[in-house]
């Protein structure tokens, strides 16, 4: 007897099973005018401000496409929607939520997530599945020498960060009737790739031009102070000091060189807008050059937001701040899936691939053109120099608000960097 | 290696060297008094010390984004956070001061996180740094320049030391500490609210780490995950310097401040808390070689 209910009861469970499993399709062709990102973002954990940033981004890129009218895909329009979860700012989190996004959400087109940490752990995941993923914020040149064919980064791989830097410096010194060859460099990044990656640009570049490296220092992550590397600077009087460690590293080297009277005729960092040194920092930073990917000064321009400078003003209004060029990569990741769908003309992730392939995009944020590792060779990077403390484009020089100050002034010739010293 | 010769070219950069290396460890050694304080008297080894550190700096930027001058920002963090730490004793330490060494490893361990992501939530990720509004002492032709803000938090270090020392030797409540950090039950039969004594001696190393995180934020930076290091620091500073006596832990955490900077300079940034860490090894096979012998004459 007792067999016999357990017996039926299965079947009802197995009835109940197969019922919910035919109905699960439906519930997905039920939305199927809309298309669903997936992306893991960092929305807790030290990454939490940029990963606020990127996701900002999407939101308003998605809600600009769907405001004109959505994506226009064959004969049909779809509109767009995100679905996203927390990372918590660990790459192993990032890659179980990627995978969860495309096997149990069923997600075709993957957003990346902030950091080339975290692209590199949810790589291989959009790769096994044969899933597009376009991102704006791993810029890890290492992330394009796996061969994946799904991925595609829409932003400058880091080790073009200040490359310019160096050539800017050059040209200036050969302007002032100094021989490039006879320059200094002292580099000191941080212990991670990223960082890595800007040595190795600056590297390659400063040997091109013959300079000499005389301090090559790798900062540990859990930096914080830098005063031994400092002092050799001081002894050793480099013409470029390059620092990059993220916003952190960025703070740190404006307030030590400040504070302990380092001079170099030029410091180039990378992260300054996002660690705000010049509204943090004033005086100090003054005449610091900074890399960055996107400025709002740039004469690029899209049909979707019009200029940079519009594209700032929207993303001011909606969000309260001045968006930084995380949030602006974030948005022309949205915008190159956007065209590649409605050239690929289906939603078949493999067709989408092909055309993101072929990307040929001018966008508010740069002209967008992948290699065949997947990284955007169209766009070139933009350097600030922070004058009268406010950030002013240096180079590319089509595009220069402001001459460069070169050489820095002598700390006693400056500003003061400090309420108690005196005005110049 | 090749930066050596420089040092000898240079004497008055190996002297900027130095100090820099002192003015750091003292900061590192204020931090290190309240973390022997409570491993000597409460055997917590707290690992959310670099936390209290962190939350310190937090609330003298508050303070000074409020308006208020950066000297009353060390202040009211010391205050707020003997606050702090007097709760947190209240809510969670007390229930491990008596268990296993591990478990209130284990505990503090779960508050550091606990505390960096409130902070995270709450201040956003993002790194900030207090204007102390003092210049630079420029000497030796530029050569030698120190931060005046540095010799404020070593007199500062300095000052709360002497401080504690007579606190802990004159005060009714310093002499309690002293009685339960030699014998807890002892002192509970001599009529010692040895709770209490816990208590007090959280908060008040939490008011150190306050304290010491105010300066922090004026000297270098701040973020809520800058806590780990000042910890592991802090640790080593006790281990090397033990938990009896002030004056070594200030010795102690300039010696390494010294070494490390010196070990940066000569190998480089990257090699500097490598070095730190093999003399740490090398000072404790060299002291346990000493007790070793002492421990023969005695046989």
């Known amino acids: ?301 899209d049909k979707w937001f019009g200029s940079a400078d519009n594209y700032a003003k929207m993303f001011q209004k909606q969000f309260n701040y001045e968006p930084p060029y995380q949030a602006a990569e974030s948005s022309a990741a949205v915008l190159t899936f956007v065209d590649a769908f409605q050239r690929a003309g289906s939603l078949d992730p493999q067709k989408v691939r092909d055309a993101l392939a072929k990307t040929d995009l001018s966008t508010f944020y740069g002209p967008v053109k992948f290699d065949s590792t997947g990284k955007n060779i169209a766009k070139s990077m933009v350097l600030y120099q922070v004058q009268n403390g406010d950030y002013k484009m240096v180079a590319p020089a089509k595009w220069a608000e402001a001459k460069i100050i070169y050489p820095q002034p002598a700390w006693d010739k400056r500003m003061a960097p400090t309420a108690s010293m005196t005005r110049h | 290696m090749s930066n050596l010769p420089i040092l000898f070219d240079n004497p008055a950069l190996a002297l900027q060297v130095v100090i820099d290396g002192i003015l750091v460890g003292a900061i590192f050694a204020l931090i290190a008094y309240g973390m022997a304080l409570v491993w000597g008297v409460m055997n917590v080894i707290n690992i959310a010390q670099g936390e209290l550190v962190m939350l310190g700096g937090y609330v003298a930027w508050y303070v000074v984004r409020a308006g208020l001058p950066p000297a009353l920002g060390i202040v009211i963090a010391a205050a707020a956070l003997w606050l702090v730490g007097w709760l947190l004793y209240r809510l969670v330490i007390f229930r491990v001061v008596d268990g296993d060494l591990f478990i209130a490893i284990l505990a503090t361990f779960g508050l550091s996180i606990l505390i960096q992501q409130l902070v995270n939530q709450v201040a956003g990720a993002d790194v900030q740094s207090i204007q102390s509004g003092l210049g630079t002492l420029v000497v030796a032709g530029g050569m030698i320049a120190v931060p005046e803000i540095k010799l404020v938090a070593f007199a500062a270090a300095v000052l709360l030391g002497i401080a504690l020392v007579v606190f802990l030797k004159r005060s009714r409540l310093g002499q309690a500490i002293r009685a339960t950090a030699q014998n807890a039950r002892a002192a509970r039969i001599l009529g010692i609210d040895t709770h209490r004594v816990y208590a007090a001696t959280f908060a008040l190393n939490a008011a150190i780490c306050g304290a010491a995180g105010a300066l922090v934020a004026m000297t270098w930076v701040i973020h809520p995950y800058l806590g780990l290091p000042y910890t592991i620091r802090s640790f080593m500073i006790v281990i090397v310097a033990g938990i009896g006596n002030i004056a070594t832990v200030l010795l102690a955490g300039a010696g390494l401040g010294v070494a490390e900077n010196f070990a940066g300079f000569v190998f480089g940034a990257q090699y500097q808390t490598a070095f730190v860490f093999c003399l740490l090894v090398a000072i404790l096979v060299a002291r346990s070689a000493i007790l070793v012998r002492q421990r023969k004459v005695l046989r």
């Open chain 1, 1 to 301: 007897m007792i067999q016999a209910a357990a017996h039926r009861g299965l079947h009802f469970l197995i009835a109940g099973l197969s019922v919910l499993l035919s109905l699960a399709p439906a519930a997905g062709r039920a939305q199927s005018d809309t298309i669903t990102l997936g992306a893991a973002v960092s929305l807790t954990g030290i990454y939490s401000t940029n990963g606020k940033n990127t996701r900002d981004g999407y939101d308003l890129a998605v809600n600009r496409v769907n405001e004109m009218g959505g994506v226009k895909v064959g004969d049909k329009t779809y509109k767009l929607a995100i679905k996203y979860y927390d990372d918590e700012s660990t790459s192993a989190r990032g890659a179980q939520l990627v995978e969860r996004l495309i096997s149990q959400d069923h997600v075709q087109f993957v957003l990346g997530p902030y950091g080339s940490g975290l692209t590199k752990a949810i790589a291989p995941v959009t790769e096994k599945y044969r899933i597009p993923m376009v991102e704006g914020n791993g810029a890890d040149r290492d992330l394009f020498t796996h061969g994946y064919r799904n991925l595609f980064a829409v932003l400058n791989t880091s080790d073009y960060y200040l490359r310019d830097a160096i050539k800017l410096a050059a040209e200036q010194a050969k302007l002032q009737g100094k021989d490039p060859k006879t320059m200094k460099v002292a580099i000191a990044v941080e212990n991670d790739n990223f960082s890595k990656d800007v040595r190795d640009g600056v590297v390659e570049d400063a040997k091109k031009l013959g300079m000499q490296i005389v301090i090559d220092d790798k900062l540990p992550p859990e930096l914080n102070d830098m005063t031994a590397t400092l002092a050799k600077v001081k002894a050793l009087k480099p013409d470029i000091l390059v620092v990059s460690g993220h916003e952190k590293g960025a703070a740190l080297a404006v307030r030590q060189v400040a504070d302990q009277r380092v001079y170099v005729p030029m410091l180039a960092l990378t992260h300054c807008d996002s660690a705000q040194i010049a509204e943090k920092f004033p005086g100090a930073a003054e005449d610091a050059v900074c890399a960055s990917q996107w400025d709002r000064h740039l004469s690029y321009s």
